[in-house]
């Protein structure tokens, strides 16, 4: 099973995720769309890539504003997972703009 990463491990990852914030309990994005159809298209793009992968991120969708937030629950927090989730989730938000 993956393994929860330490504080500074969660750090220096946050670091090249320039718009993620968090600690090891779960790292976070916060991301508007242009539109209500435009965000629910990018969580249906996010859903895919997660069943892919069997690892989900908790989602919250407001009119036109997403919140990704990225933990392992099986763990108890942040794993490598989350961090290659949210890399992942970065690409399809990049593409969608
Ligand atoms: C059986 C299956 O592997 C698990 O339930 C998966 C599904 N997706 C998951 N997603 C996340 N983020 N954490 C998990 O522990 C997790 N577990």
């Not at 750090?11 to 159809?37: C, E, H």
């Not at 991120?57 to 933990?71: A, G």
Request: charged share 30%.
């Amino acid at each position: 099973m993956a393994e929860v990463l330490t504080a500074e491990a969660v750090r220096d990852k946050l670091a090249a995720l320039a718009d993620w914030t968090g600690d090891p309990a779960g790292i976070s994005r916060t991301v508007q769309l242009n539109s209500f159809p435009e965000a629910i298209a990018v969580v249906d793009r996010v859903a895919e890539v997660a069943e892919e992968r069997d690892h989900h991120p908790d989602i919250d969708i407001r009119w036109r504003t997403v919140t990704f937030r990225c933990t392992t629950h099986s763990a108890g927090g942040v794993t490598e997972r989350d961090i290659d989730l949210a890399r992942r989730i970065d690409e399809i938000v990049r593409s969608a703009r």
